[in-house]
Each structure stands twice: as structure tokens, then as C-alpha cells.
């Protein structure tokens, strides 16, 4: 499996289960996101536009990914919230397919344009690594299952780590149930009680898991 073949497996919407382990404060936060993913063509004007945004040929281009979000974190403010959306467009090293340049609009840590590294390990799981100014992180992808997905990540900064995360995310609906773009542009709009209404879960799973 290579890069563009597995945010194609991940194409749909996904039920995303959150705990953030604060490591300075020692204490864990829990939360929960809605996500909806699209993979993109190499030709789609989205992985044009980022490629032209990094100063990067176009054509080298295999494809990429739309990921919109929507989500809370148990210490939210009252005001606070967890939204947004991002585009990655994927160059391979000429002699490796399994790895390369991932560019974004915005990075995971910081919401700035940003390139990082993307490879395949020898699970088939997507291992992402971005170095930012001030900090540095790792994220891995794997399914268990073409329903279950999980994702690990950890944010160091100042010379150690501050974060660690671990996710279990359900699918909710497959690729051919995906929103048009007119319904990403009112993902931020709606609440996570109505996304969730918006799709239920198929019966191969249920949200704990087991």
C-alpha cells in the first residue's frame, strides 16, 4: 500500500474517540470529532493550488486528501471549539513510492502552510513527521479493520515532549456518502449532535469498538 492508497481507504466520515495526555501537568483530557475525509485526484485543482502554494511542480504530484473537522475537548471554554479544514497533497521520492513530501495549508500543530515527510512502515500504517519553529510532531495512522481506524501522535516542544494522543476512529458512512462541497462549506455550521444524525453507524461496529 502507498500513501495515496491509504487516504483513499479512508475516504468517508469517521466517529473520532480522543485522549490527550497533558505530560507536563501529568493529566489526560478526553474528547470527541467528527471527520470527513476526501481523497483528491492529482489533477484536482485543491492539490494544484498547494502545490503552487509550496513552490513544487504539480505534475510530481500522486494525489492527496480534503479533511474537514468538527470536535470538543473536556476543557473546552465555553466559547472554545475545534473546527476547521485542510488540504495534503502527496510528492513521492523518485526512489521510494512508499514515502515523500506531504504539503498541507495548515499544519497539525500550528495553522501555518507546512511540508512534511510522509512514509509507509512495514505494517502499512502512515507514519506523518513535521518539524515547525518552535516544535515537532509524529503522527501514525493504521486500520484494524476497513471500519476502525487509529491514530497516535505526540507534540515535543523545548526540547521535550508536551503531548501525547491516542485515537480510535469508526467509519459512519462510506465514500459514496461523502457531502458535496456545498455541505463541507456547512460542516462548521452544524452541531456534533446534528452531523452525527447526519450519518449513522453502518452495522460492522459499533462506537466502543467491541
Known amino acids: ?15 473520532s474517540q480522543r485522549t490527550t495526555h497533558h505530560l507536563a501537568f501529568k493529566r489526560s483530557e478526553a ?5 470527513i475525509v476526501q481523497a483528491l485526484a492529482a489533477d484536482d485543482p485543491k492539490v494544484i493550488e498547494i502545490c503552487q502554494l509550496h513552490e513544487v511542480d ?13 470536535g470538543a475537548m473536556g476543557w473546552d471554554k465555553e466559547d472554545e471549539n475545534h ?5 495534503f497533497s502527496l510528492i513521492p521520492d523518485v526512489d521510494n513510492p512508499r514515502q515523500g513530501s506531504l504539503l498541507r495549508e495548515r499544519g497539525y500543530a500550528e495553522i501555518v502552510p507546512v511540508a512534511g515527510r510522509y512514509q509507509m512502515d512495514d505494517e502499512d500504517a502512515l507514519v506523518l513527521i513535521t518539524e515547525y519553529e518552535t ?6 495512522f493504521w486500520f484494524v479493520s476497513p471500519s476502525i481506524r487509529m491514530r497516535s501522535s ?3 516542544r523545548f526540547g521535550g515532549f508536551s503531548t501525547a494522543t491516542f485515537c480510535t476512529e469508526f467509519r459512519v458512512a462510506d465514500a459514496s456518502e461523502v457531502p458535496s462541497n456545498q455541505d463541507e462549506a456547512n460542516l462548521s455550521n452544524q452541531t456534533p449532535d ?12 459499533s462506537f466502543f469498538g467491541w
Do not use: C, Y
Not at 500513501?3 to 466517529?15: D, H, P
Open 1 to 15: 500500500m502507498d500513501a495515496m492508497e491509504f487516504f483513499e481507504l479512508s475516504t468517508g466520515k469517521w466517529r
Open 31 to 35: 474528547g470527541e470529532s467528527n471527520i
Open 58 to 70: 504539480p505534475k510530481l504530484a500522486i494525489g492527496g486528501a480534503f479533511v474537514s473537522w468538527q
Open 83 to 87: 473546527e476547521g479544514s485542510t488540504v
Open 135 to 140: 516544535m515537532s510532531s509524529i503522527e501514525r
Open 154 to 156: 505526540t507534540v515535543k
Open 194 to 205: 446534528q452531523i452525527n444524525n447526519a450519518a449513522e453507524p453502518t452495522k460492522h461496529f
